[in-house]
Each structure stands twice: as C-alpha cells, then as structure tokens.
C-alpha cells in the first residue's frame, strides 16, 4: 500500500514503532510489518527542505514532528540528509 506524503500532513497509525521495521528507499519511508505486509510513504524525504513544512506523526495522542520521530528510532541511515552527509557511501 502506498500513501503520498504532502508537506505538513498528519501521519496518525493504528501500530506502535516497535511492531514495524523502517527502511528509506530513496525518498520514501518504508513500513514493513512480521508479516511481509508494508506501507510505503511516498515522497516522505521530499518535505524537510527548508521551503516544505515536513510531516508530523501522532504518536500516543501527542503530535511529534517527524524528525523527532525519526531520532527516537535510533536508525541514523533514516534521518533526513544522511545520505546527503557522506554516510554509508562507498569510494
């Protein structure tokens, strides 16, 4: 399943972080569950340039911007600009 992500919008879902895997595939996020299932946020890395306002995540009722989001999973390779900063990449 796929969902656009457009600057600014809400991301609210019915599992907790830990009952998923994250995954960056180019500038999408990728949700993939036990089962093989996953949801894709298409377009997700394209809204934390400075001119997009990026996508917040409900989280337990609270709102947290998805930069903070993405922080508390401690998958660096996930952060916005990682692989912008030399991370990872091969010589």
């Given amino acids: 399943m796929t969902f656009h992500v457009y600057p ?8 907790t972080s830990t009952d998923v895997t994250f995954s960056r595939d180019e500038q999408n996020l990728v ?9 894709t946020l298409e377009g997700f890395y394209n809204n934390f340039d400075t001119a997009a ?7 337990d ?3 947290l911007p998805a930069e903070d989001f993405l922080a508390g ?13 030399g991370y990872g990449c091969e010589e």
Avoid: E, S, W, Y
């Avoid at 949700?31 to 949801?39: I, L």
């Avoid at 999973?73 to 900063?85: E, S």
């Fill in 8 to 15: 600014g919008v809400m991301l609210g879902f019915a599992f």
């Fill in 61 to 63: 009722g609270r709102k």
């Fill in 73 to 85: 999973l401690n998958a660096p390779d996930l952060m916005p600009g990682f692989h912008l900063r």
């Fill in 53 to 59: 306002q990026q996508p917040t995540f409900i989280v």
């Fill in 31 to 39: 949700c993939t569950f036990d089962d093989g299932a996953q949801v």
